[in-house]
T-cell receptor, first 113, second 111 residues
Framework: NAGVTQTPKFQVLKTGQSMTLQCAQD?????MSWYRQDPGMGLRLIHY???????DQGEVPNGYNVSRSTTEDFPLRLLSAAPSQTSVYFC????????????FGPGTRLTVT | KNEVEQSPQNLTAQEGEFITINCSYS?????LHWLQQHPGGGIVSLFM???GKKKHGRLIATINIQEKHSSLHITASHPRDSAVYIC?????????????FGEGTQLTVNP
């Protein structure tokens, strides 16, 4: 199993550009989530999904959209990139709700200039 | 005040030393996670516990639900243990269930 994969690993955007961060898992996990990690702060939840077709907002959802059309994929879309979205983004999945072991992707380092 | 507080923020040890990292939280939880983030950035799950104690190799995690406190211990520390250790709690809400993370403890083990 590949586990949780994320692409790209690195990305530089100009302010106002849009892009999609890809996340996929091959473990048939129902629960998937997106986090951002910033210096001096803990990981913060952006959006999450408890199954295909079901998504909800996390702590810091503004400026991001998600969809979950399949169990495997959970892309994160930046609609109009801003410098405040410069961060490292992690996708995670688990078999069930958050009392199950979490599996993290390798992360995407995004810089918005 | 953060809902999850870790101490210390930074820890330097000599190889072979016994290490303790602490996590305190202020909300009711259904589970607590200990994660490890290596210098390359990848995050792996070490433990998920809701009571008592768990042990994997040289790592031991304990939790005291009444005191809202957990500890991660590393016995016979090694330079390869150098990483950021992150505590996260699941507040267990059925809707909007989410993990709240501490800021992490940077551990450096010198040979």
């Amino acid at each position: 199993n590949a586990g949780v994969t994320q692409t790209p690993k690195f990305q530089v955007l100009k302010t106002g550009q849009s892009m999609t961060l890809q996340c996929a898992q091959d473990m048939n996990h129902e629960y998937m989530s997106w986090y951002r990690q910033d210096p001096g702060m803990g990981l913060r939840l952006i959006h999450y999904s408890v199954g295909a077709g079901i998504t909800d907002q996390g702590e810091v959802p503004n400026g991001y959209n998600v969809s979950r059309s399949t169990t495997e994929d959970f892309p994160l879309r930046l609609l109009s990139a801003a410098p405040s979205q410069t961060s490292v983004y992690f996708c995670a999945s688990s078999r069930g709700p958050l009392s199950y072991e979490q599996y993290f992707g390798p992360g995407t380092r995004l810089t918005v200039t | 005040k953060n809902e999850v507080e870790q101490s210390p923020q930074n820890l330097t040890a000599q190889e072979g030393e016994f290490i303790t990292i602490n996590c305190s939280y202020s909300v009711g939880i259904s589970a607590l996670h200990w994660l490890q983030q290596h210098p390359g950035g990848g995050i792996v799950s070490l433990f998920m516990l809701s009571s008592g104690k768990k042990k994997h190799g040289r790592l031991i995690a304990t939790i005291n639900i009444q005191e809202k406190h957990s500890s991660l211990h590393i016995t016979a520390s090694h330079p390869r243990d150098s990483a950021v250790y992150i505590c996260a709690v699941n507040t267990g809400e059925t809707s909007g269930s989410r993990l709240t993370f501490g800021e992490g403890t940077q551990l450096t083990v010198n040979p």
